[in-house]
């Protein structure tokens, strides 16, 4: 870019002698004449020598420190500041020109000044006291030489050219920072979900092949036990009374306890092999958790409803009841003998990318940090031996994830935990399909 192109720096004269304006603007613009001998020297040996940057000025006057504060405030605002200005600092009768140089500043900090005075109205010391040691300032004594000013107009406008280019780019740096910081935790956060969604598939595969191998012997084991108990039934119509009752007692318990494990198998099996999907209206099946979930077994309890309309979603009704009804459980018991108010709060709403979310928040007891990344793992509980399998919310990551949504939850301990489900909306026409 040649220096034709380059706004020529703006320069402010405030100053109360109209002669002296005159002197500026013949120092410091390129008048008509000059522009005349530019065309001649051109059309009679070629295109002339750039002229150095910041060679010539545009010039404004100003005959009152108020009028250079208007103009100053003015340039500002149309975005064409003023790169220095030359004040004078007697300007009876309004304010003088360290007055004036004050309140420039407060109107533009960067603008360079230059005081220029034929009389000691103000010792250094003074002037100090007033404006400051600023690298903006430089005092001029009258009367001055023309290439003294355009020095000092030249040196002072590099200097505020420079000073807003340095800042430019120390914007353009910050702004850089930013972004890279944030696409660098936003790139964190995609690799730990990646991780976890594939610790949590290759858990999810050894669970379902588990649950396959466990199945078979199972089968056998309670079909003998069933014939055990038909046998010892048999039986003790024939014997007296009390001989083989113990034995029917521990026949029933093995029973009990290989249908627990045929549930798990059940529950597990299912998970793998996924449901078949469809439109779903999902303030039906939130509605039918919430009275299925017998929320007033939890003395005192508040339960605060934030549903807004959405569209229906792509999913599974059975799926996602059983999901919406493992999480309001999981709430109640974090609720049941915690806070002195225990309070649970269902929301739904439409996402900025137009999935539906749905949040479960309670105030119990919170997750302890070291359980967040454990909690959608099988088998991963932290209630007391007997009391839970540690699959509920297993399988529900893997109901919503089959339905290609997400399932997350935020918790600091003493402060509850939100459990957030971001769910498909249903295209229109959408038909049953199974996901795999």
Aim: charged share 25%; glycine share 8%; aromatic share 6%.
């Amino acid at each position: 870019m040649n220096s034709a192109s380059v706004p020529a720096p703006r320069v402010l004269v405030i100053d109360d002698t109209p002669s002296l304006h005159q002197d500026f603007h013949r120092i410091l613009s390129a008048g008509e004449g000059d522009a005349s001998l530019s065309e001649l020297r051109a059309s009679l040996f070629g295109t002339p020598p750039p002229r150095p940057k910041g060679y010539c000025f545009e010039v404004d006057s100003a005959f009152q420190g108020e009028e250079g504060l208007q103009r100053v405030g003015a340039a500002r605002k149309e975005g064409r500041p003023y790169a220095l200005a030359f004040v004078d600092v007697r300007m009876p009768p309004g304010m003088d020109g360290v007055e004036t140089t004050e309140r420039l500043w407060r109107e533009d900090p960067d603008l360079q000044v230059v005081l220029c005075s034929a009389y000691t109205d103000y010792s250094w010391e003074e002037v100090v006291q007033r404006l400051g040691i600023s690298q903006r300032l430089l005092i001029l004594h009258k009367p001055f030489d023309s290439i003294e000013v355009r020095q000092i107009a030249h040196a002072l406008a590099e200097k505020w050219e420079l000073l807003r280019r340095d800042r430019r780019r120390l914007e353009e740096l910050e702004q850089a920072n930013v972004r890279l910081r944030q696409e660098t935790e936003e790139r964190m956060r995609l690799e730990l979900q990646l991780a976890q969604a594939q610790k949590l598939e290759a858990l999810g595969r050894l669970a379902a092949g588990l649950a396959h191998e466990v199945n078979n012997p199972l089968s056998f084991i309670m079909a003998n036990l069933h014939h055990v108990q038909r046998e010892l039934a048999a039986l003790a119509a024939t014997q007296p009374e009390g001989n083989v009752e113990e034995l029917q007692e521990s026949c029933h318990d093995a029973l009990h306890g290989c249908e627990r494990i045929q549930r798990l198998v059940q529950d597990v099996r299912g998970f793998s092999r996924g449901s078949p999907v469809s439109p779903v209206d999902m303030d039906v099946v939130l509605e039918d958790a919430l009275a299925m979930a017998n929320l007033a077994q939890v003395p005192g309890l508040r339960v605060e409803r934030e549903l807004c309309p959405v569209p229906p979603l792509l999913a599974d009704e059975h799926g996602l009841g059983q999901v919406f009804l493992n999480l309001l459980i999981n709430a109640l018991h974090a609720v049941a003998n915690g806070p002195a108010e225990p309070r649970i709060r269902v929301a739904t709403g439409l996402h900025e990318d137009g999935r539906v979310w749905v949040e479960i928040q309670d105030n119990g007891p919170g997750i302890a940090p070291e359980h967040l990344s454990r909690i959608f793992e099988p088998f991963f509980t932290t209630k007391p031996v007997g009391v839970g399998t540690g699959l509920g919310l297993f399988i529900c990551h893997g109901i919503i994830s089959g339905f290609g949504g997400e399932l997350s939850v935020k918790s600091q301990p003493g402060q509850g935990a939100t459990f957030r489900l971001l769910l498909p909306v249903a295209p229109a026409g959408a038909r049953s399909r199974a996901v795999a």
